[in-house]
């Protein structure tokens, strides 16, 4: 079955750059959407960005400009380049995937990773 698993979480000052990644097994879809998600502490689950096979992305309006997401094919590995980092951007952040169809929206989601934690100060 389709396991995610996230890495490249850490701690890094306000104004710095992280790149996450998300390594997909068993996920042969030739049409699929993946996307990433986070959630402070009592805070609900925000949508990051997205990206289809496509080449279709969409990012959440506090992450435009600065967030850019990709997918390599030949590695399976969703990646979420991060720069200019705020505190407010500390959270866990999760990645996701489905097959078919593509929106910014979490409950669409069929597959789950266990998360990375980001910290900024």
């Known amino acids: 079955q389709v396991q995610l698993v996230e890495s490249g979480g850490g701690s890094v000052q306000a104004g710095g750059s992280l ?3 998300c390594a997909a097994s068993g996920y ?3 049409s699929y959407c993946m996307g990433w998600f986070r959630q402070a502490p009592g805070k ?3 949508a990051v960005a997205s990206i289809n096979s496509d080449g279709w992305t969409a990012y959440g309006d506090s992450v435009k400009g600065r967030f850019t997401i990709s ?3 030949a590695k399976n ?3 979420l380049q ?3 980092l705020k505190v407010e951007d500390t959270a866990m952040y999760y990645c996701a995937a489905r097959q ?3 929106r910014l929206l979490a409950s669409i989601f069929d597959y789950w990773g266990q998360g990375t934690q980001v910290t900024v100060s």
């Open 77 to 79: 590995t969703l990646y």
């Open 28 to 30: 042969t879809y030739r």
């Open 82 to 84: 991060m720069s200019r």
């Open 19 to 21: 790149t996450l990644s």
């Open 100 to 102: 078919w169809g593509c």
């Open 71 to 73: 997918y390599d094919d």
């Open 44 to 46: 609900s689950r925000e």
